[in-house]
């Protein structure tokens, strides 16, 4: 996981309440393209409440149904990642 973060504002309804106030993201990356995903270390109230998880393609994500959070996520990965997948460069 990158040593940095970038804070976000958020002001949203999760788990039956209103949350406002700033959320720190993170880049995190592995050494194989799609590690085994687990719910290990998940806090209680997480594991009730998380659906689903899985790995997608960046250009995969706008056929989701749901929302993806935040909604300025490519911005918040160009702060982390200039160079990656999501940058106006390399979707040229």
Not at 24 to 49: I, K, N, Q, V, Y
Not at 77 to 89: E, K, M, Q, Y
């Amino acid at each position: 996981m990158l040593d940095r973060s970038v804070p976000v504002h958020r002001d949203l309804w999760w788990n039956g309440g209103r949350h406002v106030g700033t959320e720190d993201f993170f880049l995190a990356r592995f050494p194989d393209e799609r590690p085994p995903l687990a719910r290990t270390g998940l806090l209680p109230d997480e594991l009730a409440s998380l659906d689903t998880h899985a790995w997608l393609a960046w250009p995969d994500l706008g056929a989701l149904t749901d929302p993806v959070e935040p909604p300025q996520l490519r911005a918040v990965l160009d702060a982390l990642a200039p160079d990656g997948p999501w940058s106006r460069d390399a979707a040229a």
